[in-house]
């Protein structure tokens, strides 16, 4: 029971993300982008990182099926 839980999880973040990120940049949408820069010219240091909003949203919809799925197990066994 853990484990096909743990796998309905993981693959809808999985799955969410990566299908969000893949919009992203298809149809270049800059909030669907994970963009990433390192600089360091002479210990000048810059970083920049992208859009994080796929992975909360990955997140939202993990939470949301892990729900679904085991309120789904627990009226089948009722």
């Known amino acids: 029971m853990k484990l096909k839980s743990f796998v309905v999880t993981f693959g ?3 799955l969410t993300t990566a299908l969000l990120y893949l919009i992203g940049y298809v149809f270049t949408i800059p ?9 360091d ?3 000048g240091f ?6 994080l ?3 909360i949203i990955g997140l939202v919809i993990s939470f949301i099926s892990e729900r679904i799925y085991l309120y789904k197990h627990r ?3 009722s």
């Open 41 to 43: 010219n002479a210990n």
């Open 75 to 77: 009226t089948r066994l």
């Open 46 to 51: 810059f970083l920049t990182t992208g859009s």
């Open 53 to 55: 909003v796929p992975i």
């Open 12 to 14: 809808s973040f999985v």
């Open 31 to 39: 909030l669907l982008m994970f963009h990433y820069e390192y600089t």
